[in-house]
């Protein structure tokens, strides 16, 4: 596949603010163990951290092999494949998270979009034994926020251990890890979710699956004369649920998280506050008394990343919004602002 020397890419030009420029960057050759991916499409977070000025953006692309390095061990990855550039470019494979299957955590991680090149451009270096294969039948739109979203909440409830029939509740349903939790967990897994969000997203978050819905907002201000703790226990009959998601940065989510939780119920940390505080109810009383667990879960690994997609190409139908480069600013601030429901992909394919 042909490519040429130069191509365009979008990078941060004042690093804390909303303000990006596209540039012409030279376009790298693969070195052994690397492929090189023309992008197609991105998805993105916004990164309020402060970031160097020049970085290329993106964080999660799907593309094609335009080349492949010389002597490169590319695992049956041919010219023209679709693969998948995830939150974590890159894992080394040989530190103690990554020889426990918990590659997402590596020591020696390279960051998609923050200290690696992002997916806000035509091409993209990629160790060959780290891009994901895009399974047929779904459309590189539909996984490009899979790669680090949907495997991000995916390997958090599979570390829940809930099983099909469990009722688990999800905390900011209605946000981007939130809702694709909601369609994996209850049309993929079988689970009974119980979304809790903002009252704006109830019909939004009960259209992705979830069977309860708890307008967390009400709940604070006791319109709805029951605490979130009291709804949850009377959707599930007075049990409690089997496990709590928190998809949510709130310390509050935290704060009453356990209180939802049945007898060896799990609590899955997943969203990090900006300011985080210790779980208030921790309590070694309440966690002795019901055997309860506290579990910590950021980015899958490369197995939970090829699962995610095997399952969303059947059960996720997400709405997300296809945008062009020009307009990412814009869709920044509508990110910032909490404005977007679902998720936002930038196609790339309008540079040609």
């Known amino acids: 596949m042909d490519t040429t020397r130069t191509h365009k890419a979008i990078v941060y030009d004042k690093p804390g603010e909303i303000s990006t420029n596209v540039v012409n960057v030279e376009t790298p050759t693969p070195g052994p163990g690397e492929v090189l991916v023309k992008i197609t499409h991105s998805g993105w977070k916004f990164l309020p951290e402060p970031i160097k000025s ?71 270096l990629a160790p060959a034994h780290y891009v994901t294969p895009i399974p047929g039948g779904l459309s590189s739109e539909m996984a490009a926020p899979l790669l680090c979203g949907g495997v991000t909440v995916y390997s958090a409830l599979k570390k829940s251990q809930a099983k099909p029939g469990d009722w688990v509740v999800i905390a900011g349903a209605g946000g981007g890890l939130g809702h694709l939790g909601v369609q994996l967990g209850s049309r993929g897994m079988g689970l009974r979710i119980i979304g809790l969000d903002i ?60 209180d939802f939780l049945k007898f060896n119920g799990t609590l899955v940390c997943v969203g990090v506050p900006g300011n985080p505080q210790p779980i208030e109810n921790a309590c070694p009383h309440i966690m002795v008394s019901k055997q309860l667990r506290i579990v910590g879960s950021t980015v899958g690994n490369r197995k939970d990343a090829i699962e995610t997609l095997d399952m969303a190409k059947r059960v996720v139908a997400t709405p997300f919004q296809v945008e062009k480069p020009e307009r990412i ?24």
């Open 54 to 124: 020049g970085q290329v953006g993106g964080h999660e692309g799907v593309g094609t092999v335009a080349q492949i390095g010389p002597s490169s061990d590319v695992s049956g990855i041919k010219i023209g494949d679709r693969v998948g550039i995830k939150w974590i470019a890159f894992a080394c494979g040989n530190c103690v998270p990554c020889l426990s299957g918990a590659d997402g955590v590596c020591v020696n991680q390279k960051i998609s979009g923050f200290t690696w090149p992002g997916t806000f451009q035509q091409y993209v």
């Open 199 to 258: 009252g704006s997203k109830e019909n939004f978050v009960k259209g992705c699956g979830a069977e309860v819905f708890i307008d967390i907002t009400k709940c604070s201000t006791g319109d709805q004369g029951k605490s979130a703790s009291e709804m949850v226990m009377d959707a599930t009959g007075g049990a409690g649920a089997s496990a709590v998601i928190i998809c949510s940065a709130s310390n509050a989510a935290y704060a009453q998280g356990l």
């Open 329 to 352: 600013d814009r869709v920044f601030g509508e990110m910032r602002d909490g404005k977007l429901q679902g998720r936002v992909v930038l196609d790339l394919q309008s540079w040609e």
